[in-house]
Structures are given as structure tokens and as C-alpha cells.
């Protein structure tokens, strides 16, 4: 993996090089659009060699995926495999990929997908950047690796589209630094803060949809998910006391 | 439902108020990428625009609670900071190491831009200094 990248590198961006890397490691039954990267950027500087392997996409930070229905506990920490997961962007910082105009699904592969997910998805909210290291230097696990790798190699293309969203939606960092500084008052919002809490509300939001589909299994029900499920899911996650409680309670709603 | 609103109308950003300042609250502020969130997490790939809605009233009020119990904690140092969240959500261990992946990843990510910048900028240097040397050596 290495070598090939340090060759690449000799006359592109770091982030294409890189990202261009990421790109042939895909599976091949992705269509790939690998041109847009091959033309070299105006900057002649070769990056420099301590350079981890960036790739900038859009926003965000991948989140491991639970493998064999690992639970949330296991190895967050270590930084999935690399994917950037979207084979059909053309722009290295097009800010939404392309499923959003992805055909409606049948549902069917939607059971499948339930056993991979896990509560410990999220993304990561950067708004400008997609990062994926390729090594993640204490918690890289060449086996996790791999082991996504040969996960990622046997999806079908609408298990590929829903994982390219899950790693790549993410809350807009101004609308949460703004949503901050209104709750707060006047304080500074930084953005380590404003990473964190949008972390944190991606996991929460997986949560909720995760939960909502139970429900929907349990009433028999399918199709898209509706705030009725969502309500049911809101409450069973208050139960499980995963929703912060308010002290006083709130009136006039 | 409006967590902390009087009033909460359609405004389009950039509305007359900011928001820092304004009681209203935008509504759709996070539609899009909760659209986009939510078929990630295994929801239809054009959710309903209700759920969306509510989804977006549930993270607001979720965020809000959660910054107030932050702000609790951290009202001792004066300040509000990243380890108040990092204390609130420890029982959590989905959050958590999330959490302090994005944080490690982010440190990782300004050394490397450090790095960058301080390669391109000695190798600018370079650059013009042999374009000074050429240009004295023809003269």
C-alpha cells in the first residue's frame, strides 16, 4: 500500500494522491470516476513524507462499522478501513455524494444490513473534510482491516450507496456552532467542541433510526419510517436512560 | 414542539435576527443531512419529510439537554469545555471512544497540515533563492 502511494505522490496533492489510492482499493464493482484525480494540481510541491495518508472527501470522519455484530465496546478506536466509500463522486470535495439522488431501494436488504450496524456508527462531522488514515498509528488493526475489506467487497451496490451515507452524512459544522452558541448564551464554541457534540449526535440519531426499525419489525410494519416509530424509539431509548433527562421539567410546549 | 422557542416560524437563513440573539428557531436547519443520516442508519432513501422534522426536534432538544448538563458541570470552571461532554457521556462506550477518535483524529490532522505548510514554505525558499541566483548569474 505504501509504495504505490509514494509514487503517486512524486506530482499530485497529497489528498488526491491519497484519496486516489483509496480509490483503487475499492472494489471493482464500484464504477469508479478515477479521472478527475489523475490530472495533477497546479502546486508542484511533492507532500512531505511524514504525511499520514489523507484523504480529503467530503465530510466525514468514517466511524468503524461493527463487524459480525460486534458490540459497541469493541475497538472504536480503531480506524476503519479506509473507505471513502464513494465510488460515484467525481468531486474530491463535493460536499454530498451521489445517493442523493439514489433510486428508492427495495427494502428487502435492509434486514441485512441491521446485523452489520452496530450503536457505535457514526461519522464524524467535519464539514470540508473527509478523512480516512490508512493507518491509524496505535490503533491500526491490519486484521480489522482486512476484515472490512472482505466485508466491503461482497456488498450489493444499495448495502455500498446506504454505507457511503452513514460514513459520509454528518451535521454541517456552522449550523452546529450556531445551534451552540444560541444555547449557550455568548460563549465560544471550539471547534474540537463543535466535532464532538456533532459526534455525538450522529450516534444518537443511528440510535433512534436503528431503534425506530426494531419497532417497525415488531408491528410488522415496513416501508419508510415514520415519526410514530420514531416517538416509540425516542421513549424506549429515555427508558434505557440514554436521553439525557431534563432537571426541570419543560412547559409551555 | 419547540424546545426553546417562542415562536417558531419557516425563517430562511439569514433572516432578519441572528440567532445568537433571536428566540426563534430556524426550522429544516439540519434537513438536509439528516436526510442523508438517516438513510445511512437503515431508514428509507427519501425519508418522510415528518420524520425528518421530528428527528431534527429530537437532536435539537437532545443537544440542548445535553449542553445545559454540561454547562452544570463546567460552571465551576467558569468555562464551558470538550471534557464536560467527554465526562457526561462516559457511561456510554459507543459515544465515548467515537468521541475520542474524532479528537485524536482531528490532533492528527492539524500536525499534518503543520507539517505541509512548513514543507511547502521551505521549499518556496528554495525555489526563490535559486531564482535569485540564476538571475545574478546571468547578469
Known amino acids: 500500500m505504501e509504495g504505490k502511494k509514494l509514487t503517486k505522490q512524486q506530482s499530485k496533492d497529497p489528498f488526491e494522491a491519497a484519496f486516489e489510492e483509496e480509490q483503487q482499493q475499492q472494489q471493482q464493482q464500484q464504477q469508479h470516476q478515477d479521472d478527475d484525480y489523475d490530472s495533477p494540481p497546479a502546486s508542484p510541491a511533492p507532500p512531505p513524507p511524514p504525511l499520514p495518508n489523507i484523504i480529503s472527501n467530503s465530510e466525514s470522519i468514517p466511524n468503524p462499522p461493527p463487524e459480525e455484530n460486534d458490540d459497541g465496546d469493541d475497538d472504536n478506536t480503531v480506524l476503519p478501513v479506509v473507505i471513502s466509500g464513494d465510488p460515484s463522486s467525481s468531486s474530491s470535495l463535493s460536499a454530498v455524494p451521489a445517493n442523493s439522488t439514489a433510486p428508492s431501494l427495495p427494502s428487502s436488504s435492509r434486514g441485512a444490513h441491521k446485523t452489520h450496524r452496530d450503536d457505535n456508527e457514526e461519522e464524524e462531522e467535519e464539514e470540508h473534510m473527509e478523512v480516512e488514515l490508512d493507518k491509524f498509528p496505535s490503533s491500526a488493526d491490519p486484521d480489522k482491516m482486512a476484515k472490512m475489506q472482505a466485508i466491503l467487497s461482497q456488498f450489493t451496490e444499495e448495502q455500498m450507496s446506504r454505507y457511503e451515507s452513514f460514513r459520509r452524512a454528518g451535521f454541517q459544522k456552522s449550523n452546529m456552532k450556531r445551534l451552540l452558541t444560541s444555547i449557550t448564551g455568548t460563549q465560544k464554541i471550539s471547534i474540537p467542541m463543535t466535532i464532538v457534540v456533532s459526534g455525538i449526535a450522529k450516534i444518537f440519531v443511528g440510535e433512534l433510526v436503528e431503534t425506530a426499525r426494531i419497532v417497525m419489525s415488531e408491528r410488522k410494519e415496513s416501508g419508510p419510517v415514520r415519526p410514530c416509530h420514531i416517538r416509540e424509539a425516542y421513549r424506549r431509548l429515555k427508558l434505557e436512560g440514554k436521553v439525557p433527562k431534563r432537571s426541570v421539567p419543560r412547559l409551555f410546549r | ?139
Do not use: W
Request: some cysteine.
Open chain 2, 1 to 139: 414542539m419547540n424546545p426553546s422557542a417562542v415562536a417558531s416560524s419557516k425563517q430562511k437563513a439569514g433572516a432578519s435576527q441572528p440567532s445568537e440573539t433571536s428566540y426563534k428557531r430556524k426550522r429544516g436547519v439540519f434537513q438536509k443531512e439528516l436526510q442523508h443520516m438517516m438513510y445511512g442508519f437503515g431508514d428509507d432513501p427519501n425519508p418522510l419529510p415528518e420524520s425528518v422534522a421530528l428527528m431534527e426536534d429530537i437532536v435539537v432538544e437532545y443537544v440542548t439537554d445535553l449542553v445545559h448538563k454540561a454547562q452544570d458541570i463546567g460552571s465551576k470552571r467558569g468555562k464551558l469545555s470538550v471534557e464536560d461532554f467527554l465526562y457526561l457521556i462516559r457511561k456510554d462506550y459507543p459515544k465515548l471512544n467515537r468521541c475520542t477518535e474524532l479528537l485524536s483524529m482531528n490532533e492528527e490532522l492539524k500536525q499534518a497540515r503543520k507539517a505541509f505548510e512548513t514543507d511547502e514554505e521551505k521549499l518556496r525558499k528554495a525555489f526563490e533563492a535559486d531564482e535569485d541566483q540564476k538571475l545574478t548569474s546571468t547578469e
